[in-house]
């Protein structure tokens, strides 16, 4: 299963990095490991996986710092379309390479990734809901819990309740954050943000200042936290 995430209508607009064209897009999934190649040892056929864009090799200063997950071997060479062994692409229409998108490719019913962009996952999750958790979810959730850090009790405001705003008013919420105030031009959003910890609502287009003053006035001089 596969979902689409607005980046992936971003770098097919060619908006993103260096155009790279054919390529097959898709970066928020979640399948099963078909086959693994020579020198795998922790995965194996039949394993539920979720794929990961920005992945650890697991041996450079970045993947073994608490403070960043930007893989220095993964990051830089997942964008460049090939797999790293041999530079080449496995994808080909008509004799002619198509390549890789930032290590994932998953819209297509087979990928082939790189073994530290692939995360092994509990099988008895389902796979048409947990492909999100590749992306969305873990950047607000991640956002939220490992940058932000709310305190229990504080107050922290949510810039938008798209799939990633709704991820981090979860993870708030998680936190203890007790006052959690969404933020969204799109008043339609707000109930069903109740349900991810959203305690109150503002819609700037309400209000003839700017939204900060008006959160500034909500909170008696600023909220603790803000996730954009």
Request: hydrophobic share 35%; net charge neutral; with cysteine.
């Amino acid at each position: 299963f596969t979902s689409l995430c607005h980046t992936d209508v971003y770098f097919w607009e060619a908006k993103g990095q260096t155009p790279l064209f054919p390529r097959i897009f898709g970066h928020e999934a979640g399948g099963i490991v078909e086959s693994v190649g020579e020198g795998v040892t922790h995965l194996k056929p039949g394993d539920h996986v979720l794929p990961v864009f920005t992945g650890e090799c697991g041996n450079c200063r970045h993947c073994k710092s608490k403070e960043s997950n930007m893989c220095d071997l993964l990051r830089i060479n997942t964008d460049r379309g090939v797999m790293l062994s041999d530079g080449k692409t496995r994808f080909s229409i008509n004799g002619k390479p198509i390549y890789h998108f930032v290590g994932t490719s998953t819209f297509s019913e087979y990928t082939v990734a790189h073994v530290g962009s692939v995360a092994k996952i509990n099988p008895a999750a389902s796979l048409d809901k947990v492909c999100i958790l590749s992306c969305g979810i873990s950047t607000g959730l991640g956002a939220a819990l490992n940058v932000a850090k709310p305190t229990k009790g504080s107050t922290v405001a949510i810039f938008g309740l798209g799939a990633v705003g709704l991820a981090a008013a979860e993870g708030t919420r998680i936190a203890g954050a007790s006052r959690i105030i969404g933020v969204d031009l799109n008043p339609n959003r707000f109930e069903e943000a109740k349900k991810f910890g959203c305690t109150e609502f503002v819609n700037p287009n309400d209000h003839n200042k700017p939204v900060q003053e008006v959160l500034a006035e909500m909170t008696n001089g600023g909220v603790d936290r803000s996730v954009e």
